[in-house]
């Protein structure tokens, strides 16, 4: 039973900077590994929009033209995680976040297409 959980969430002020970590369990490195991971978010009364993804050999990210140039994704598939740093925050990026895995091997898309889910974290920016 694969498990992800996120952390890292809470409220800053704009311009702020936060770190969302998501960590893997009953996941194989080597399945962890094959797999894209990404960020999502939702806002409330808003669809859910991918945020950022990386492809399972972590040399291609693809990024919300929203948060290009602000957020980091990585991962580090030894230990099963992935990060989301966000820089530079903005009111507009409050939402729930949420990380994902497995895109089914249709590449590392930026839409909500993904197997596995965490259960989110609340990001708050303040302006």
């Known amino acids: 039973q694969v498990q992800l959980v996120e952390s890292g969430g809470g409220s800053v002020q704009a311009g702020g900077s936060l770190r969302l970590s998501c960590a893997a369990s009953g996941y194989s490195s080597s399945s962890y590994r094959n797999h894209c991971v990404g960020w999502f978010r939702q806002a409330p009364g808003k669809e859910r929009e991918g945020v950022a993804t990386?492809?399972?050999?972590?040399?291609?990210?693809s990024y919300a033209d929203s948060v290009k140039g602000r957020f980091t994704i990585s991962r580090d598939n030894g230990k099963r995680t992935m990060t989301l740093q966000m820089n530079s925050l903005k009111p507009d990026d409050s939402a729930m976040y949420y990380c994902?895995?497995?895109?089914?091997?249709?590449?590392?898309?930026?839409?909500?297409?993904?197997?596995?889910w965490g259960q989110g974290t609340q990001v708050t920016v303040s302006s």
């Open positions: 990386i492809d399972n050999g972590a040399l291609r990210t």
């Open positions: 994902a895995a497995d895109s089914g091997g249709s590449g590392c898309p930026l839409t909500p297409d993904f197997r596995y």
